[in-house]
C-alpha cells in the first residue's frame, strides 16, 4: 500500500462507508480530505486537485463527471483490487442480507476464517488487514456499490432482481445493468449462482463467463443448482441429487426465503461445507433483526418483526408466510408505492383475523382493500407502538400471529425503521412482564 503514501485523496460522503476509507487510508498514509454536501454545498468544486477521488456508494457516478475516470474508485473498488482471498458477493433486490448472513454462518460452521461485509454494515477496509490467502469474505452487494465495479467476485449469488431504487437510478435497465456487474468481469474459473424465478435474473447467465448454476423455489432444474422439491432442498451436482434439509426444518419463516436458504445452501456447498453444516444452520438460523423476526411467544401468540418491510411486496411476502390467523399492523410514511397488489392478496386471504392501521399510508392501503369490515376487525387511530401491541394483544388468541409487516416507511411515527421495529419489541416484552 505504499502507493497511497503523501496521495491526496478525498472521500465523498461521510457516511459509514466514507468514514471508514478515511480512516483506512491515513493509515496508509495518505493525506485524506472528507467531502460531504451536509458539510458544504461546493463539496464538488475543485475535485481536479486530488489525485484520488473515493466515492461512497449513496454518490451517484454522474456527479462527478468534472474528473477524469481513472482517477474515480470506490472502497469496493479498491477492495477488490487488495484482497487477498476468495469473494462470494451476493445482490438482488429482496433477500441479499439474509443470503449473505446464511452464508457466513456455514462457512463459520466448517471452521473457515471467514467476513461479513458490504452493504450488511461492515465496511470491507475495517477488516481487510485481518485476511490472508485462507480466508473467505461474503460481500452484500447493493446496486449502488456495483454500478462501476470492473471485477466480480469468485463466486457470485445474483438473487430475485426486480424493479428498485429507482430514485437513485435513471430507469430498471440502469439498475439491473449495475447489478449484472457482479458477474460481467468473472472468468471461466469462477461460478455465478443465478434465481431462474425471476425473468432478469434468469436472462443474466448471458452476462458471465463463469460456470453458472441456478437456484429455484418453483420448479425443478434440469441444470446442477439447488431446488424446492416435494418439500426438500435438493442440490443437484455433477448430476447426482443430495438432500440438504425438509423445508418444514427449516427455522427461517416463509416461502419467499426458500429461495434464499437454496442460493446459500449452493454458494457455501460449493465454497467446501459439508452438508451437515448447511443443515445444521438451517434448522438454527432465525433470520436477522427486524425481517420477519420472531420476537417472542405471549399467551401462545407469536409476535413477529418485520420492520424491514418498506414495500407492499415485502409485506406481501410476510403475509403469505403464515397460515395460523393473523393480526396485521399495516401503514407508515409515503414511498409513493402501488397497494392495489397488496390489497387484493389481504382481500383474498383467509386468516387474516385483524388489521390495525397506523401512519399517513393506512387510508390509501385501506382503500385497496375489498369490504375489510365484514371479514375481520379494523382497528384504526393507534398513535403510538405501545397502543398498537396492546390493541393486537386483546384481539389475539392462541395460535394466532401478530404481524408488524408495515409496507411503507417509518418517518411520519418513527425515527427509522430500526426504531419502529425496536420500539415493537419493547411493547411486546412489556406485555410478557405484565403477564
Known amino acids: 500500500m505504499s502507493s497511497l503514501k503523501n496521495k491526496k485523496i478525498a472521500v465523498i460522503g461521510e457516511g459509514l462507508e466514507g468514514l471508514s476509507s ?43 463527471s468534472s474528473v477524469s475516470a481513472e482517477k474515480i474508485t470506490s472502497q469496493i473498488k479498491l477492495f477488490f483490487d487488495l484482497c487477498p482471498c476468495r469473494i462470494i458477493g451476493v445482490t438482488g433486490t429482496k433477500g441479499k442480507g439474509t443470503t449473505a448472513s446464511l452464508i457466513y454462518e456455514m462457512l463459520k460452521r466448517q471452521g473457515r476464517n471467514v467476513y ?97 448454476y441456478t437456484v429455484s423455489r418453483e420448479r425443478e432444474s434440469f441444470e446442477e443448482g439447488c431446488f424446492v422439491r416435494s418439500g426438500m432442498i435438493v442440490l443437484r451436482i455433477n448430476g447426482q441429487d443430495r438432500e440438504i434439509i425438509a423445508t418444514g426444518e427449516i427455522l427461517l419463516p416463509g416461502r419467499h426465503n426458500l ?26 438460523f432465525k433470520g436477522l433483526e427486524h425481517r420477519l423476526e420472531l420476537v417472542a411467544t405471549v399467551n401462545d401468540v407469536s409476535y413477529y418483526d418485520d420492520s424491514f418491510s418498506t414495500t407492499p411486496e415485502t409485506a406481501i411476502a410476510a403475509i403469505q408466510s403464515f397460515k395460523q390467523p393473523e393480526i396485521l399492523i399495516l401503514g407508515g410514511s409515503s414511498k409513493n408505492s402501488d397497494f392495489s397488489e397488496l390489497g387484493r392478496t389481504i382481500s383474498e386471504a383467509e386468516n387474516i383475523k385483524a388489521i390495525i392501521g397506523i401512519g399517513a399510508e393506512w387510508p390509501k392501503i385501506k382503500s385497496h382493500i375489498v369490504d375489510p369490515i365484514s371479514r375481520f376487525s379494523v382497528i384504526d387511530g393507534a398513535k403510538n407502538m405501545q397502543t398498537v401491541v396492546a390493541a393486537a394483544a386483546k384481539v389475539a388468541a392462541s395460535g394466532d400471529v401478530v404481524l408488524l409487516t408495515p409496507a411503507c416507511a417509518s418517518f411520519d411515527m418513527f425515527k427509522n425503521y430500526k426504531d419502529r421495529g425496536e420500539r415493537f419489541k419493547q411493547a411486546v416484552m412489556a406485555l410478557k412482564t405484565d403477564g
Open 259 to 284: 429461495e434464499n436458504v437454496c442460493a446459500a445452501s449452493l454458494a457455501s456447498y460449493l465454497a467446501g461445507v459439508s452438508v451437515s453444516n448447511i443443515t445444521h444452520v438451517l434448522k438454527n
Open 22 to 64: 478515511a480512516k483506512y487510508l491515513r493509515g496508509k498514509g495518505a493525506s485524506v480530505t472528507i467531502l460531504d454536501q451536509k458539510l458544504d454545498n461546493d463539496y464538488l468544486n475543485d475535485l481536479n486537485k486530488y489525485d484520488l477521488i473515493i466515492r461512497s456508494p449513496g454518490v451517484k457516478p454522474e456527479l462527478l
Open 116 to 212: 461479513l461485509g458490504g452493504n450488511i454494515g461492515v465496511p470491507p477496509f475495517d477488516f481487510l488487514d485481518k485476511l490472508d490467502k485462507n480466508s473467505i469474505v461474503v460481500l452484500e452487494l447493493s446496486s449502488f456499490q456495483l454500478i462501476d465495479l470492473t471485477k466480480s467476485p469468485q463466486i457470485a449469488v445474483m438473487l430475485m432482481v426486480t424493479s428498485e431504487h429507482l430514485d437513485y437510478h435513471g430507469d430498471t435497465k440502469e439498475y439491473v445493468d449495475a447489478k449484472r456487474n457482479i458477474l460481467r468481469h468473472q472468468g471461466e474459473n469462477d461460478i455465478a449462482i443465478l434465481n431462474r424465478d425471476y425473468p432478469a435474473t434468469n436472462e443474466s447467465d448471458i452476462h458471465t463467463n463463469g460456470k453458472v
